[in-house]
């Protein structure tokens, strides 16, 4: 089992829509936990950190269920330039390496 | 305060010479992350270095492929004799301590000739 896993998509979605990603992840001990954002043949860039009780930014809200081993990414009205690729990242105590799923992407189209 | 530098952006090399790929970390880190992306694949970890050390290198190939973080100056990642499989995307990152956001470089995109 991957340690890290993610949905690839693509999420294909109309500017507007409410969209929705999850991530899973192995190991138990895991302690932090991120979203970034990777545009085509670019860096990934920070978009936010997950808490335990839950965390907003505009129209992004990421969730951390400690229990069932997921965090989600939901993203409201979505905008054309909210096309990406959506990063999910673990950081496990003990080793302390940021671990990236596959990611998965999205498309807002017209 | 100047992000994650690295350079160059884009390196050629023939099959069989050296490429050295540099990282400055953002000011005040001191922990920094090598990854290697091929193209629609996931970023894979290679190798965790702070200053002078070397914490943790399971993501790195025991062959050929080296990395150091001195004392003054950036980190540099090391690939003798490279082979056309060494075509990839190398991303840095950078963290102030652990369980931390990390913060990345733009990469360096070295092509394998």
């Known amino acids: 089992r991957k340690e890290v896993e993610q949905d690839p998509g693509p999420f294909n979605v109309p500017e507007g829509a409410t969209v929705a990603f999850n991530c899973t992840y192995s190991n138990s001990a895991s302690q932090s936990f991120f979203w970034y954002r990777q545009d085509c043949r670019k860096e990934p860039k920070l978009l936010m950190s997950?808490?335990?009780s839950g965390n907003e930014d505009g129209r992004f809200t990421a969730q951390l269920n400690r229990a069932s081993q997921y965090i989600s990414l939901l993203i409201r009205d979505s905008k054309l330039s909210d096309s990406a690729t959506y990063l999910c990242?673990?950081?496990?105590?003990?080793?302390?390496?940021?671990?990236f799923g596959r990611g998965t992407s999205l498309i807002v189209h017209p | 305060n100047a992000g994650v530098m690295q350079n160059p952006r884009h390196l050629v090399r023939r099959r069989g010479q050296e490429a050295r790929l540099r990282c400055s970390p953002m000011?005040?880190?001191?922990?920094v992350y090598w990854y290697r992306q091929l193209p629609e694949e996931g970023l894979k970890f290679m190798v965790y270095l702070q200053k002078e050390n070397i914490i943790d290198e399971s993501g790195m190939p025991k062959e050929r492929f080296s990395a150091e973080f001195p004392k003054e100056g950036p980190s540099i990642l090391r690939i003798q004799q490279v082979v056309r499989g060494d075509s990839a995307a190398y991303f840095c990152?950078?963290?102030?301590?652990?369980?931390?956001?990390?913060?990345f470089g733009q990469g360096t995109r070295l092509t394998v000739v």
């Open positions: 990242v673990v950081i496990s105590g003990g080793s302390y390496i940021p671990t």
């Open positions: 997950v808490y335990s």
């Open positions: 000011k005040g880190h001191s922990h």
């Open positions: 990152a950078s963290s102030p301590g652990t369980n931390t956001e990390a913060f």
